[in-house]
């Protein structure tokens, strides 16, 4: 796959194309919010800085953020049938149950806001949960961005950290299970290729405890029932962002019932051709 990566670093913006390393010279927004990105960061390159190699990897390894700078961050719910299932099984005390059953099959899809840029943790940074929530779980999403024009010109890994206790009790509690402080990850970086995303791209995550893994488990992004494009119309309708956004795209990899995250857990979620986000808990206080 034609593809190269952008990453965000405390020096500056750096490019990887094809084992070469270049600095990117203007805005993380002016550099990222394009039509047609990679065709444009493509026919820059000669005009880029050359990074020599280990000064680059070492930029990336010592001073990575997440990829984002004013963006918002936006999610999708219900895209896949084992989270369909998760939800209900999690509502069904409630009385819930039935809205994750008909948003599954519903024309609309499930869209909600889900972080404004500094509650986005990066690779290797600490994620919340919250303190009055009893049972929390990390959920791995491939993540798109998407220019002001409405295109999708890249993608990167999404950890959306959600409270099952609190969005269970009650439906209308989802901003609140969704929405707070380190509620989301994002990273190591922004993958921006020629064509979309293949359909076999495989989604994989683990839970490391004390040295020991609670969870593993992959799936290939084809399971999804809804298509990037058809979530990305929706999130425009009535909505404009002047820097893009991100969205992510929903999950399929959902711990067992009696699962629930706790301090320092980590996280690795891994997304073919994209690398992998790795984020430690805590519980915000």
Known sequence: MNCLRIYKTAKGIIVQHDGNYFAGATSWNEFVNRKGLYAAIIA??????????????EAIATGLEAPISTQEVWAAGVTYYRSRTARMEESEDSGGATFYDKVYVAERPELFFKATPNRVSGHRQVVYIRSDSKWDVPEPELTL??????????????????SRSIEGENPLYLPQAKVYEKCAGLGPCLLVPEAPIPQDTLISMSIFREGTIRYNDSVPISQMKRGHTELVGFLFRGCAFPDGCFLMTGTCLVPDNNFTLQDNDRVEISIDHIGTLINEVQTLR
């Open 44 to 57: 820059g390159l000669p005009a880029m800085q050359p990074l020599a190699k280990h000064d680059a990897e």
């Open 145 to 162: 961005f998407i220019s002001s024009h409405g295109t999708i010109e890249g993608y990167t890994i999404g950890n959306d950290m959600s």
